[in-house]
């Protein structure tokens, strides 16, 4: 039984798509970041960075969600290209949502301050502007196969309406896709998961020195 430590932010939620499409037992424990879990040395044992998901699968202990995902797709040998010269398209992608996705769409989120949010902006908007082009091309990610990279861009992709308002509608084969794995079952399971635990939504002082201790550091020190 895999030991599933999550939120419901788009990175644990990509590694929950995952479990359920694989059919893997699995225990979701919760860690509410806004209330500090995070930083328990309980869980600082099982991720050193402090952040969320990780799993522990018997003698495994893994961090990064899509190191997680590529870990849980090699172990059962599902939703990976059956064709070895689709494996070297499926990293690219998989590194892709991993290094550009993920951070310029995380960080567009955060930063507001009117230059760091223009160029958060920009990042984010062609990240998902590359997406798109390729989805018009292709039915998933990589050519016409469901694989992990789908639902490791689906982990954010869903909240791209949220993140990105009404420039989200550039992106027609985006919600294609997101549309297609959100009406799968194991998404369906992957999405309930929110109610198994109420996590934390206020972002009060307690969340805010918990998620980003740096910022009360600085201000400490100065």
Known sequence: MIKFYYSTAPNPMKVALCLEEMGLGYEPIPVDTRKGEQHKPGYLAVN????????????????DSNAIVLYLAE????????KPAERGPMLSWLMFVASGIGPFTGQYVHFKIAYVNSRYEFEALRHWGIVDARLAKNKYMVGGTYTVVDMALWGWARLVPNILGEQAAKFSNLKR?????????????????????AFKTEMDDEAKRAMFPGNYRAQAAG
Request: hydrophobic share 45%.
């Open 177 to 197: 896709l997101v549309d297609e794995i959100s009406a799968r079952p194991a998404a369906q399971k992957a999405i309930a998961l929110k109610d198994r635990y």
């Open 48 to 63: 050193p960075n402090a952040k969320v998901p990780a799993i522990v699968d018997g003698d495994m202990t893994m961090f």
């Open 75 to 82: 172990k059962t040998g599902k939703f990976l290209p059956n």
